[in-house]
């Protein structure tokens, strides 16, 4: 196992599949992946296994060479912490040593922080160029078994190509947020179009499992300040940060922001005692009862189960909390439908847990609606020449 995205030991990754061969059959546990070092063809060697297909994991799942682990993102962090999830060598990028010798776990506390307690072998990639961030993980000398010393720029988030009508459900899930809300932003495009609509905001807070360089942009802005948040007060808490060398920059030896394991950021307990929590996730397509496919898009694994439902029911136990699922009505580039009457991929999040769908044509809260009623709110936020088709849908299936 290794750290996912900028987390990644990249120096490491490349010698390990370069030596697979040597080495012999053995298993790699993935996250999201932003370099090139694993290919499908090293499927001749590696047993890839991951929670999703995030970055260039859909290289392997397209390939037939990733086996998905279908779990919420806390229970990953569970089953690292009680060794049901076997990790015999854990690989890091850590920043270099400070003045007591002690190494920030930089870029990513996440799931690295459970597997650490469990792990036989570590190794970390003292990197010069990782920042080192704050947070309550650093490792000691005594905590490693070997170094590889490196100095290479980390890893960015790659460039995100913008759907036309994410500005229009930006503006509507920003048309929600009040003043002193703490915000939980998923990954992609369209969180940090979200995140980057909210720059007249005052005291707004953040915890979630990743942060971006919107999140960041608006911290600098002075926007999120943290300063009536109930839990970790002045503080933004992230398990990795996921951007570019801008927040690299922002986030070095910064104690406004803290890098958290995954047992922390995605605790119910936590999150319920955040007030007016508001969880922002997106989805590729939701049927008209509230269920969520975040997997599967035209047959092929693209997403994962991931945190969304840990943040959703953590928002809905919050007070004044909002869990909100965005979207675009029509996928990019296909035109497909992203509000269906049968979901095209499994159920993700359960419609039990559904909150507030809100795409380009407006805001659909089924919180305390029936079947019927939330049949007629999620058609009213499709695409207009999609309706007609999914009333009749919706009727043929008893719903409507």
Known sequence: MWGQ????????????????AAIGRFTAFVGISWSDAVQPA???????????AGGNNRALARAGCLDVLPCHYSELGRMLGDGSLRVDVLMLQVAPADAQGRHSLSLAGDYLVPALRRARVVIAEVNEQAPASCGPHALAADDIDYVVHSSRPPLEAPA????????GVARNVASLIE???????????LPEAIVAQLSDRRDLGFHSGAMGDAAAA???AGVINNARKTVDARISVAGVLMGTRALNRFAHRNPAIEIRGVEYTHSPAVLASIDRLVA??????VDVTGQVNAEVAAGVYVGAVGGAA??????????????????????????LDTIVARLNGPVSTARSDAGIVVTEHGIADLRALSLSQRVQRMIAVAHPEARDALQHEARQ????
């Open 5 to 20: 995205a900028a987390a990644e030991p990249v120096t490491l990754t490349t010698a390990l599949m370069a030596q697979r």
């Open 42 to 52: 090293h499927a001749d060697c590696v047993s890839f296994v991951s929670y999703g």
């Open 160 to 167: 995100a190509k913008a759907h036309p009508d994410e500005a």
């Open 179 to 189: 003043d002193g809300a703490t915000l939980q932003c998923g990954i992609g495009s």
């Open 218 to 220: 608006l911290m600098q």
């Open 280 to 285: 922002i996730n997106s989805a590729i397509e």
């Open 310 to 335: 840990d943040f959703l029911r953590g928002a809905c136990a919050s007070r004044g909390g909002l869990p909100i699922v965005a979207l675009p009505s029509r996928s990019a580039g296909r035109k």
């Open 397 to 400: 299936l008893g719903l409507a």
